[in-house]
């Protein structure tokens, strides 16, 4: 893996003479109300993709050729392997929620909380008021047992080179606020030029207004932007906005699908 990692940093070398080098410093998403997203000022990192550089059918493009300036991860399933659905599901059941009451839950309180809508006290609250169940005073270290609070060194590797290059890299994730403080803390965010999360800006994926906000917090347009997630549903509605889609599937199809998507750059740099 570490290998396909380092022929895809050498890759960038022809690319690292097209663009500009960006800040360091990772913007967060604030309580600003969603604006149309700008377009880029001539000058600004750009970098040519072709739609045939990449050959997969987890690779959507709308348009060919094409100019991408700004790649958006997410965070479960893409950075961090482990998608987490698996494990909120779990954890539901272990304080005694019978699958019927799991489904409603994350059809209710769960995008509530999401959003940052209710605060992680709320939350628990709610599954006691709503469905009577038992939440002890330390369940909410059951969250720093996520597997997805620690990173894919090689999708990290990625990442890094790929703004290494000057393309713009923003993290866009479905997160609840206590995961958001563990994967802060941790210094990850500092991987990233924009942190674009549900439960900062109120919006989760799929709705559109949060593509909408990650378009202006980044000032990208969405024909020169690449989202890479693991939930189709997720990708469907960005790719209607003109951005261009991988679905995540494992480490190393998506390091080397994004690397496909640069090579017809580089050689022609």
């Not at 000058?43 to 993709?49: R, S």
């Not at 991860?73 to 005694?96: M, N, Q, S, T, Y």
């Not at 909380?113 to 369940?139: K, N, P, S």
Request: net charge neutral; proline share 5%; glycine share 6%.
């Amino acid at each position: 893996m570490s290998l396909s990692c380092d022929a895809f940093s050498h890759g960038f070398r022809g690319v690292a003479q097209l663009v500009e080098h960006r800040s360091p410093k990772p913007r967060v998403a604030g309580p600003s109300p969603v604006s149309p997203a700008k377009t880029k000022e001539p000058g600004f990192a750009q970098v040519l993709l072709f739609y045939g550089a990449a050959r997969s059918p987890s690779v959507m493009m709308s348009v060919m050729p094409r100019y991408f300036t700004t790649v958006f991860f997410d965070w479960g399933g893409v950075i961090a392997r482990d998608p987490g659905d698996d494990f909120l599901h779990e954890l539901l059941l272990k304080i005694g929620a019978r699958p019927e009451q799991i489904l409603e839950i994350m059809q209710t309180l769960m995008p509530r909380f999401m959003c940052g809508q209710i605060t992680e006290a709320e939350y628990w609250q709610g599954l006691r008021d709503m469905y009577g169940l038992r939440i002890y005073d330390t369940i909410s270290r059951e969250f720093q047992a996520w597997k997805g609070l620690k990173a894919d060194a090689a999708i990290l590797k990625l990442v890094d080179d790929i703004r290494a290059s000057g393309i713009q890299v923003a993290l866009l994730t479905n997160m609840i606020e206590p995961t958001y403080n563990v994967v802060e803390q941790a210094g990850y965010f500092h991987h990233f030029d924009c942190i674009i999360a549900s439960c900062k800006v109120g919006f989760a994926k799929p709705d559109t207004a949060v593509y909408e906000r990650a378009l202006t917090m980044t000032h990208a347009s969405a024909n020169e932007s690449v989202l890479v997630d693991d939930k189709q549903k997720n990708l469907d509605p960005a790719r209607e906005m003109g951005l261009a889609t991988i679905l995540a599937k494992d480490t190393e199809q998506i390091v080397r699908e994004m690397r496909a998507l640069l090579t017809t750059a580089t050689s022609r740099s």
